[in-house]
């Protein structure tokens, strides 16, 4: 399995980036996707995801509004959009997978389902390489 994620780049703060995550060797279509990011000198914070299943998503309270996530089952993609970034939205951006076992959403919220999937605590999830964003002021 691997996860590859694309889209990163420089912009001036209140322009906007599409980061990608492209999956081989796993379908998506019943997946908690999530996408992570750090920034140097920062822990790694959950920033969005999505359960492909059922369209179900989540947004750091920082970015909702500015940023939508969305997935494209048909190129096994999940996208990230995000508008009027800010410089402090800098940082490496992660995407990572799981599938979740039956019941799994029913006991946790999909936010609490990602800080797990966020903290490795999730069997057999698999993370990209992360790509960088930068913004400028």
């Known amino acids: 399995v691997q996860l590859v994620e694309s889209g990163g780049g420089l912009v001036h703060a209140g322009g906007s980036l599409r980061v990608f995550c492209t999956a081989s060797?796993?379908?998506?279509?019943?997946?908690?996707v999530g996408w992570f990011r750090q920034a140097p000198g920062k822990e790694r914070e959950r920033v969005s995801g999505?359960?492909?299943?059922?369209?179900?998503?989540s947004y750091l309270d920082a970015v909702r509004g500015r940023f939508t996530v969305s997935s494209d089952n048909t190129k096994n993609t999940v996208y990230l959009q995000m508008n009027n970034l800010r410089p402090e939205d800098t940082a490496t951006y992660y995407c990572a997978a799981v599938r979740p076992r039956d019941g799994d959403l029913r006991a946790t919220p999909l936010p609490d389902y990602l800080d797990l999937l966020g903290a490795d605590l999730l069997a057999g999830s698999h993370w990209g390489q992360g790509t960088q964003v930068t913004v400028s002021s």
């Open positions: 060797g796993l379908t998506f279509d019943d997946c908690v």
């Open positions: 999505i359960y492909v299943s059922d369209g179900t998503t």
